[in-house]
T-cell receptor
Framework: GESVGLHLPTLSVQEGDNSIINCAYS??????FIWYKQESGKGPQFIID?????DKRQGQRVTVLLNKTVKHLSLQIAATQPGDSAVYFC?????????????FGKGTLLTVNP | ETGVTQTPRHLVMGMTNKKSLKCEQH?????MYWYKQSAKKPLELMFV???????ENNSVPSRFSPECPNSSHLFLHLHTLQPEDSALYLC????????????????FGQGTRLTVV
């Protein structure tokens, strides 16, 4: 079965607030994680990634935190804007055959209220 | 615009039809993928191509037939589909098969919304 999942299927926040989207994974051997954003009618778009030798990585208004002890990943969005409304997926890099593939979680729908 | 283009954006087909989905990437990537996205399900990997060779068929029924004539183009040929095959079909590409470092992530197209009637 899938080894990546999301704690909350939906999240609703007020514009300007910070958002936190959570993700759990079960494969302790995974060494690379990616967050994707998918807006309605579009394909997933890369947001930020993190390797397992890090516990935090920051981008523009986004921060990814990795807790390998509890196999937990989170995406923090600062000062959430209406344009941030989308489905957010975490993906984990798992070894299959001699290569890697991305295993995706179910997704969290983020709704930003003006 | 991610550099990965899929056509058509929408497709309605009958169960006895034959159709093809097309994907083109302008990124110079060596690996290309087909994913299926259904309601209430995670993204499911279907096929993986590296340097025009298929390296993975993720237990996909034979009514889906991929083709990769060159490293920039990927097709998904469809025939005798079932209504449960209705979904968003996403194409993606990456520099190489090894996705594990910044700059090696997969880029997705906008998908083809397929409805089987």
């Amino acid at each position: 079965g899938e080894s990546v999942g999301l704690h909350l299927p939906t999240l609703s926040v007020q514009e300007g607030d910070n958002s936190i989207i959570n993700c759990a994974y079960s494969n302790s051997a995974s060494d690379y994680f990616i967050w994707y954003k998918q807006e309605s009618g579009k394909g997933p778009q890369f947001i930020i990634d993190i390797r397992s030798n890090m516990d935090k990585r920051q981008g523009q208004r986004v921060t990814v935190l990795l807790n390998k002890t509890v196999k937990h990943l989170s995406l923090q969005i600062a000062a959430t804007q209406p344009g941030d409304s989308a489905v957010y997926f975490c993906a984990e890099n798992t070894l299959w055959s001699s290569n890697y593939k991305l295993t995706f979680g179910k997704g969290t729908l983020l709704t930003v209220n003006p | 615009e991610t550099g990965v283009t899929q056509t058509p954006r929408h497709l309605v087909m009958g169960m006895t039809n034959k159709k093809s989905l097309k994907c083109e990437q302008h990124l110079g990537h060596n690996a290309m993928y087909w994913y299926k996205q259904s309601a209430k399900k995670p993204l499911e990997l279907m096929f993986v191509y590296s340097l025009e060779e298929r390296v993975e068929n993720n237990s996909v029924p034979s009514r889906f037939s991929p083709e990769c004539p060159n490293s920039s183009h990927l097709f998904l040929h469809l025939h005798t589909l079932q209504p449960e095959d209705s979904a968003l079909y996403l194409c993606a590409s990456s520099q190489d098969l090894i996705i594990g470092a910044p700059g090696t992530e997969a880029f997705f197209g906008q998908g083809t919304r397929l409805t089987v009637v």
